[in-house]
């Protein structure tokens, strides 16, 4: 059964670099076309996908926020991280870690998501 | 890369059948067979329903469809049921980003 669990803080102040974490269990990130990606979602808004790491650590970024975003896995402890720096209000959303479907271009399997507050 | 265009909301009774549409380009649905769709209800995480177009993962009801079209993918629920009524967004690979999501749509049970 694959479960994923995001943790971080709740409240940011703008300019502060957030930091969060995805703890898996159910899969390996050492297992072959496996990957994590994060997603958020601004309250009342739609999903924006942010970043995505692969079994073979290989990385990908959304275009617009790449400059701000590292992403990385520490597969010893079933985890992935993601960093995000220069925080803003508009920052303020609902942060979700998702496990990729094997192969395809999909989340079928979503933590329960973690609502980070940017403000001073 | 701009967020794929879907319909704000659609409605639709009890038992009959829906269709939300998403447009893109194609660099990104019109060019893979990649798009997928999800379904969120208020404060839950979303649940992929559809994948590679037309694909149901198990467990998912097949009321539920895919469908694409040129640039534009389609998500049809057939027998519409009261736990339809929530928020879908469907998703695509693009030529430049492996990911791009909807703007979603709001589907309501009348």
Redo the contacts between chains.
Sequence with gaps: QITLKESGPTLVKPTQTLTLTCTFSGFSLSTSRVGV?W?RQPPGK????LA?IYWDDDK?Y??SLKSRLTITKDTSKNQVVLTMTNLDPVDTATY?CAHR?PG?????Y????TLVTVSS | QSALTQPASVSGSPGQSITISCTGTSSDVGGYNSVSWYQQHPGKAPKLMIYDVSNRPSGVSNRFSGSKSGNTASLTISGLQAEDEADYYCSSYTSSLPYVFGTGTKVTVL
């Design positions: 990606g997603i739609a999903l924006e996908w995505l990908r959304s275009p979700y479907l395809r271009y999909s989340f079928d979503w933590g329960q998501g």
